[in-house]
């Protein structure tokens, strides 16, 4: 066995209806002072918060809400969060909502623990210094970010940029399917194959794939793959939904220790450039790479067939066929649309797409068989 590292938030908390006592969750965690909330103003609107914002002004937090947080964050919007959550004066931060809010306070967290700039920050380990206490709260199960050390950044018109450091993982995630029940069926299903490719990438992770990371994906999967076409049918299966939350933290457990790859490299530029969300934009691409990945990849893919498909037979090649053909039967069944057409892409802006994944190198180096331009293009254009 190869030496390998491992880490995670210290804290889960798991079960319905916890954000009705965060103020308690928190209490027993932090001397109470002021917690500044961190979420979008979609979700404040709904009153997704207001059980969660209640319990903390009954058990004796002074509370502060910015609800800023736009999709796929723009630099200027954390900056300026950061700033507002400063003059504040806040002493603990909470993420509340999807990826992009949980990402954004992770950053928070740290700019108001450490006077290092922001722009220092980009890349693997470049983070200095401490952050603030900080628990993360996801209404969607998808992105994991709740225990991964990992926040990303629309740093210019069409690019995005990450920041990976072992000072964003959180103090304590709190996971309560509660807040995932209204969730509308085509986001239940781009975030739920979002989280799908989040194990099946660290299981196949050509750096740092390691045991745990492969036990929490094959665990992530069996939730996933076994609840996600239930919670599209009938969102308000609150087992199902739990279920999905769960996979959802394991996947992002697995990915936060064996990184992801070549299916996020090409789902970046999908997202930077025509703002699509990020679970749509994994889902779209997830199965041509799995294919393009099948050379480099049989074993790994039949590992996983024999773990999830009891009926799977036949040799390595064979069982591998048959977990993508079944992934591929299963995102059929949620209904969401799978061509770049769907979604407004232009044909012609395929070459550019290609040429902007090859960017991505921080992913690309972890994917099981090197890709190149032009294997990136007919990825694209094997979905148009």
């Known amino acids: 066995m190869n030496a390998f590292n491992f880490q995670t938030v210290p804290h889960i908390v798991v079960e319905a209806g916890a954000a009705r006592r965060l103020g308690e969750l928190l209490s027993q965690r932090f001397?109470?002072?002021r917690v500044c909330v961190i979420t979008d103003a979609p979700l404040l609107r709904m009153g997704l918060l207001d059980a969660a914002l209640s319990s903390l002004n009954s058990s004796g937090w002074q509370v502060d809400v910015i609800s800023d947080v736009q999709a796929d964050p723009p630099q200027e919007v954390v900056l300026?969060?950061?700033a507002r959550a400063r003059a504040q004066g806040a002493d603990v931060v909470v993420g509340f909502g999807g990826g992009s809010s949980m990402d954004v306070a992770k950053l928070v967290a740290i700019l108001l623990g450490s006077k290092q700039p922001l722009?220092?920050?980009?890349?693997?380990d470049k983070v200095e210094g401490a952050r603030l206490p900080l628990v993360l709260i996801p209404t969607t199960a998808g992105t994991g970010s709740e225990v991964t050390p990992i926040s990303i950044v629309t740093t210019g018109s069409t690019t995005k940029s990450g920041i990976v450091a072992r000072q964003l993982y959180a103090d304590m995630a709190v996971l309560d399917a509660e807040l995932t029940l209204g969730l509308p069926?085509?986001?239940t299903a781009a975030t739920g194959i979002d989280a799908m490719v989040h194990a099946i990438e660290a299981y196949t992770s050509k750096r740092?794939?390691?045991?745990?990371?492969?036990h929490l994906a094959v665990l992530a999967l069996r939730l996933l793959m076994g609840n996600l076409v239930r919670v599209c049918t009938n969102g308000q299966d609150a087992g199902a939904r739990q279920a999905m939350l769960l996979g959802s933290m394991l996947a992002g457990q697995a990915f936060a220790n064996a990184p992801v790859a070549a299916v996020h490299a090409l789902a970046y530029p999908l997202g930077g450039n025509y703002h699509l969300p990020h679970g749509l934009t994994n889902a779209l691409v997830l199965l041509p790479v799995l294919e393009f990945n099948l050379p480099a990849a049989a074993a790994q893919y039949a590992q996983l067939a024999r773990e999830l498909l009891p009926a799977a037979a036949g040799d390595d090649q064979a069982q591998a066929t048959e977990l993508l053909r079944t992934l591929r039967e299963l995102?059929?069944?949620?209904g969401l649309p799978l061509?770049?057409?769907d979604h407004g892409v232009p044909k012609g802006d395929l070459p550019m797409l290609a040429a902007d994944a090859m960017k991505q190198t921080r992913l690309l180096i972890?994917?099981?068989r090197e890709v190149t331009e032009q294997d990136a293009l007919a990825v694209y254009e094997s979905v148009y």
Do not use: C, F
């Not at 995102?331 to 949620?334: E, I, L, N, P």
């Open 31 to 33: 001397a109470r002072g």
């Open 80 to 82: 300026a969060i950061s």
């Open 119 to 124: 722009e220092q920050m980009y890349g693997v």
């Open 185 to 187: 069926a085509h986001i």
């Open 208 to 214: 740092l794939k390691n045991p745990l990371s492969d």
């Open 331 to 334: 995102v059929a069944k949620t």
């Open 339 to 341: 061509r770049l057409r």
């Open 366 to 368: 972890n994917n099981p």
